[in-house]
């Protein structure tokens, strides 16, 4: 499986952005997917998941703002981020999950929200 990100960019505080993720090979439908991020200094940390029934789960800190999608037939899952705070400022990787766990990665794309 190949995952290849995009949509990341520089952003004011409050814009919008939506990345998405874009997956090769026939497992996708059957995979659940996630979005994690990392910031300069930080370790990488989950934002969100998508089950195969579209049952999604965030983070704390995104919930009420970001929404998890996946369109099965483009092979592809969108993050869409709104009211982007400073804080958000990091490289978004998406991945397949296996057992709730990271399993493929994509290459991640920058996200940069100024103040």
């Known amino acids: 499986v190949q995952l290849q990100a995009s949509g990341g960019g520089l952003v004011q505080a409050g814009d919008s952005l939506r990345l998405s993720c874009a997956a090769s090979?026939?497992?996708?439908?059957?995979?659940?997917m996630g979005w994690f991020r990392q910031a300069p200094g930080k370790e990488r940390e989950f934002v969100a998941t998508i089950t195969r029934g579209r049952n999604t789960n965030y983070a704390d800190s995104v919930k009420g703002r970001f929404t998890f999608s996946r369109d099965n037939a483009k092979h592809t899952v969108y993050l869409q981020m709104n009211s982007l705070k400073p804080e958000d400022t990091a490289v978004y990787y998406c991945a397949t999950l296996q057992d709730n766990d990271p399993h493929y990665w994509g290459q991640g794309t920058q996200v940069t929200v100024s103040s």
């Open positions: 090979g026939r497992t996708f439908s059957n995979s659940a």
